[in-house]
Structure formats: structure tokens, C-alpha cells
């Protein structure tokens, strides 16, 4: 019997655990359960947010930084290769989970969303699952509490001691890069929320580039998405009818959106730092590719925004700033 998608992940956190001290994380135990520290306390890095990546993917695919620039500069970019879309990317990546008990909020994901079933999500993807243990990330300022833990385990209903989290801010290194591997995950579920069956995405691959650190966490919040909404790449191999993607694909890149056009820290501020006031069709990288293995063509939409990542990652005047 092949692995679940938790105890793929788990291999991966047991892995960064043992290398705790090289990845500078901090490994904690929390009313019973495992939480390595990627950015809330601990400084964590680079190779710490590929890990988180990882896990969030549950193992189901390639992530790694890339040569890349931006505006002329030295950037390097978050690269994520799949063979297994749905399950890596919708079952288990996608930030479909809101954690807030007993004042605590993080947005969750990972593969103990499959563990939890609970997201509507999974009337129409396969990927539920009763595994042995669950893994999960937690994208939050603090680190998890007693009734935290016990919130989580009740519902993958499990021991609190089966339970591994992953906790960083996405204005940490590792928060943030572990945001931006999730290309990939954006184009589907654009497609999804536009009625695309998902069956039909064979493998993908995505890149975005990773931005400068940002010395607050509106800042960060921004750039990280505009790395995505404005310079996320994304190809995709799919089995379909050429007529359905020439119709939904238009749809999908960021530019689709009446929202589209300025840097999402000044939309998040026009809309009253509402976050779900914000156009939900602008979360989607800026291009995408589709490769229709059914039919051997090639379709392409979407492009890249380079003056607004320059906004975004070096100010208006496209001044480059450390």
C-alpha cells in the first residue's frame, strides 16, 4: 500500500528535525505534539522554506530555487515540478483551512487538511484520508497553544502526539518562500473555481520569484503575492478539449481581474485591509501555459507585469534598495 500524503510529509519533517541547528529551526513539544519553529522565534532560511514547501506539497513534488531576475536584478525563483497536480497541489498545498481557536489564527495547510476532510473542496477532488499520523503548516505570527493542539487533533482525530506542525509568518524567509512555491496550486484552483475538471491536469511546473525581505508584515503580504499575481509562470499538461480551453483559459492569469493592475499592498489598503474584499479571480499567477497532450497544441495566456513587480520589490521609481 502506498504511503498517505501525511506520512509522506512526515518523512520530511523528521528529516528537518534531525537537522534542526543547520536549518535554523527550533524544534518544540506542544501539549504532546512536534512544532518546528521555521520563522516565528527561530530565524530559519531558505532551505527551511524548501522544506515547508515540501511538506505542504506532501512530497509529491520537486521544489528548488532557481537563476532568475527581476527588473534587471538578481532574483532568484521559486520553482515547483509535479507529476501528481491534484494531490500535491489541491489535497494537500492549498491554504484552504482557517485555524483560529482560543485567540489564535494561521491559515493551515499541508496534508492534514487531508486528515481533516472537511473543506467542500473534497466533494471533487480525491485526496481524504485516515492516516496514521498528520502534518501540517501553519502560516501564523506565534506559535500554536495547548488548546491549539487540542483544536487540531480533535479534528484529523488523532493523538495529539501524532500530530507535526510547521509554524512561520510569511515575513520570514521561510513563510514567505513556502508562499510563493504555491504557483502551481493557484492555477488550479483558478480552474477549479472556474469549473475546469481538474482529472483532466496531468503534471505542472510554475516559477515566481522570490522578493526582497520586507521589514513589516504588510509589506511582506504584498510581495509575496505580487511575486505570484505578477511574475508567476506557470505550465500545465492537460487531456482536454481544445474548444473548453480556449474558452476558460483567458480566465485564468491574474490579468483577468478588474483588480489587476497596481501592487497588492495599495489594493489590500483600498480595500480597508479587508483581505476578502479583494477580487478572489486576481489569485492566480500572471501567466499560463497549457500543454494539450490530447491534442498536441499549445495555448498561451496571461503575461508577466515587470512594472509592477518593480513597484512592488524596489519602490516606485524602480530605485533598487536593499
Partial sequence: MSPTLNERALVVADEMAASAPLLRIAVHQIAGARVLDCGVKADGGLQAGLGMARICLADLATVCLVP??????????????????????????????????????????????????????????????????AVGVLEA??????????????????????????????????GGLQVIARSVEMSLHKLHELKFDLGQVISGYG????????????????RVNDAV????????????????????????????SPD??????????????????ID??????????????????????????PDVLRRSFFGVDGEKTG
Wanted: hydrophobic share 40%.
Fill in 207 to 222: 516559477v515566481a520569484p522570490l522578493p526582497p525581505a520586507s521589514a513589516n508584515d504588510l509589506s511582506a503580504m504584498g
Fill in 280 to 305: 478572489p479571480m486576481l489569485f492566480s499567477p500572471a501567466e499560463l501555459v497549457v500543454h494539450n497532450l490530447s491534442s498536441g497544441r499549445c495555448h498561451r495566456f496571461g503575461k508577466t507585469a
Fill in 68 to 133: 532568475g531576475e527581476v527588473d534587471g536584478a538578481v532574483c532568484p525563483h521559486v520553482q515547483v515540478t509535479t507529476d501528481h497536480p491534484v494531490l500535491a497541489c489541491m489535497a494537500s498545498q492549498y491554504a484552504g483551512w482557517q485555524v483560529k481557536p482560543e485567540k489564535f489564527f494561521g491559515m493551515g495547510s499541508g496534508p492534514m487538511r487531508a486528515a481533516y476532510g472537511k473543506e467542500e473542496l473534497y466533494e471533487h477532488i480525491p485526496g481524504r484520508e485516515q492516516p496514521p499520523v
Fill in 229 to 256: 499575481l505578477y511574475g508567476g509562470r506557470v505550465v500545465l499538461w492537460v487531456r482536454a478539449d481544445d474548444s473548453v480551453l480556449a474558452e476558460v483559459g483567458p480566465k485564468v492569469p491574474s490579468s483577468s
Fill in 141 to 174: 505570527h506565534k506559535l500554536p497553544t495547548d488548546p491549539v493542539i487540542a483544536y487540531l487533533a480533535e479534528r484529523v482525530r488523532l493523538a495529539a502526539g501524532a500530530l507535526t506542525l510547521l509554524v512561520a509568518p510569511t515575513s520570514s524567509t521561510a
Fill in 260 to 277: 489587476h493592475g497596481a501592487p497588492f499592498a495599495e489594493l489590500f489598503e483600498s480595500a480597508g485591509g479587508d483581505f476578502y474584499k
